[in-house]
């Protein structure tokens, strides 16, 4: 691509993704930070990564050094350190509507039917891409800072379970938390 041509992405590099071996690497956002010396500004750099491997498993990294690469790196070695295994209902979609919240931002992700792909913008989309959710209704409200947002989703998602751990944890049959058609339907 010559210079001064838009890529796809409208000339930015939001939402870079990456296959790192069998895990999904997805920048959300890199911020050029200055810090006024004596001399003048230094520069850095403050990348915003989510990394996942499409079948459950996701986490989110933040990382800031002076070159761009160094950031990025950072943050996907966080990413990896802080991942959270999130239960999926047939491998495409959440088992139940959750809430989260983190500062200002609110967020509501609402499980879909088949078919309806992923609606949810920015950062969440990152998230929802890096999980492998592949149907999902996401409703952010509040602030749009994507460190807020995403931690406010990771907030959503560390609350939502599978039926067959809530029937578990109550010692009941996953039939009697869902009622007999349902129970046969998912199985």
Do not use: W
Not at 81 to 89: T, Y
Not at 126 to 142: F, P, T
Not at 152 to 179: E, H, M, N, Q, T
């Amino acid at each position: 691509m010559a210079r001064g041509e838009k890529g796809e992405r409208g000339g930015r590099d939001r939402d870079r993704d990456r296959e790192d071996g069998d895990f999904v690497e997805k920048l959300v956002s890199i911020n050029r930070v200055a810090k006024v010396v004596k001399g003048g500004r230094r520069f850095g750099f403050a990348a915003l990564v989510v990394v996942g491997d499409g079948k459950g498993r996701v986490g989110h990294g933040a990382g800031k050094a002076r070159e761009v690469p160094e950031a990025i790196r950072k943050a996907t070695e966080q990413a990896k350190r802080s991942m959270i295994r999130v239960p999926l209902r047939e491998g495409r979609t959440l088992h139940h509507d959750t809430h989260g919240h983190y500062g200002a931002g609110r967020v509501v992700m609402r499980a879909a039917e088949a078919g309806t792909g992923i609606i949810a913008g920015g950062p969440i989309r990152a998230i929802c891409e890096a999980l492998g959710v592949a149907d999902v209704v996401v409703k952010s409200v509040g602030t749009s800072n994507p460190h807020n947002m995403i931690k406010a989703a990771f907030a959503a998602l560390g609350g939502s379970s599978s039926p067959r751990s809530v029937a578990s944890r109550r010692g009941k049959k996953v039939s009697d938390i869902l009622g007999r058609r349902e129970a046969e339907a998912r199985e």
